[in-house]
């Protein structure tokens, strides 16, 4: 079946390194999401990409989406302790309706 | 404020004992979802419901039950609990034109013992 992975599993910088999470999908995707999770709390949407190539930044996340749209990766400058988190990858599944994440990449940012 | 709320946020309880998590959203979303969060394996789709009296089957739906007789409010019902469903559960909403874009509520934690 669809599957939605995520490397790496964990992921420990010090403050100032930068970060990178690669998403990857066993079937193309019309479009991809990234969510953020802060310990103890609950996922919170960040962004979407739906075109091929796209490139979208938010500050010191920068959001990209593989020409072939089966493959995203999120990348974050300089890390700061307020990017402690999972970050989730999600798309379609093989419904429209449906929606697969993939299995997260937890951040420590170590100060 | 737009939100999700989901109760009890902690529940345990005993193997076989019938139990229902509310979700309600006040954003009139026509989509709303039900989450399994277990570690290693990130958020598993359980049932989902684009509209009121419509529902259907997520990636694991496997001893659960939903239902959605009212377009703000999507029940997640456990008939007969087991201890594998020992997990984080999560609601989500989203606008039917939008479902890239879910809110998420605050989580339940389930302890089936």
């Known amino acids: 079946g669809q599957q939605v992975m995520q490397i790496p599993q964990y992921q420990h910088v010090q403050e100032g390194e930068d970060f990178t999470t690669y998403c990857n999908s066993s079937?193309?995707?019309?479009?991809i999401q990234w969510y953020k999770q802060r310990p103890g709390g609950h996922p919170v949407f960040l962004i979407q990409?739906?075109?091929?190539?796209e490139v979208k930044k938010q500050k010191r996340l920068t959001f990209q989406f593989g020409e072939a749209k089966k493959n995203s990766s999120l990348h974050i400058t300089a890390t700061q302790t307020t990017d402690v988190g999972t970050y989730f990858c999600?798309?379609?599944?093989?419904?429209?309706?449906?929606?697969?994440f993939g299995p997260g990449t937890s951040l420590s940012v170590i100060p | 404020e737009a939100q999700v709320t989901q109760n009890p946020r902690y529940l345990i309880t005993v193997t076989g004992k019938k139990l229902t998590v509310t979700c309600s959203q006040n954003m009139n979303h026509e989509y709303m979802s039900w989450y399994r969060q277990d570690p290693g394996l990130g958020l598993r789709q359980i049932y989902y419901?684009?509209?009121?009296?419509?529902?259907d089957k997520g990636d694991v739906p496997e001893g659960y039950k939903v239902s959605r007789k009212e377009k703000r409010n999507f029940p997640l019902i456990l008939e007969s609990p087991s201890p594998n469903q020992t997990s984080l559960y999560f609601c989500?909403?989203?606008?039917?034109?939008?479902?890239?874009?879910?809110?998420f509520g605050p989580g339940t934690r389930l302890l089936v013992l």
């Open positions: 990409l739906v075109k091929s190539g």
């Open positions: 999600a798309g379609p599944g093989t419904s429209y309706d449906k929606v697969i």
């Open positions: 419901s684009m509209n009121v009296e419509v529902t």
């Open positions: 079937t193309t995707l019309s479009n």
């Open positions: 989500a909403s989203a606008h039917a034109g939008g479902l890239e874009t879910q809110y």
